[in-house]
């Protein structure tokens, strides 16, 4: 799946993440900002990395502001932003692309 324009999902409240895609230059390039990166930074990396290899994604910019999302919801705001960056809003595979 390319990028194709800026797109965000998420907010900044306790016990989730914003996360912001943009087009990329070539490779997958992340920023994290977390208030538990130094207990669940690795793993924040790996579920991040993980979701965008199976969404198909491998030339974004992506940064995520963390602020102690669970996995589940790590997840479902990155194909959130990957969807809505696409223009995908019909016939989505919650659930289906990510596991």
């Given at each position: ?36 990166i130094n207990q669940f930074g690795n793993q924040i990396r790996r579920v ?52």
């Amino acid at each position: 799946m390319k990028i194709k324009k800026p797109a965000i999902a998420g907010t900044l409240e306790s016990s989730d993440c914003q996360v912001t895609v943009e087009e990329g230059e070539g490779r997958i390039e992340l920023s994290l900002e977390s208030v538990v990166i130094n207990q669940f930074g690795n793993q924040i990396r790996r579920v991040t990395y993980e979701t965008l290899e199976r969404l198909g994604v491998n030339d974004v910019k992506i940064t995520i502001v963390d602020k102690g999302a669970l996995d589940c919801t790590l997840k479902a705001r990155i194909e959130g932003a990957v969807y809505r960056s696409v223009g995908q809003m019909e016939h989505l595979p919650w659930g289906g692309a990510v596991r």
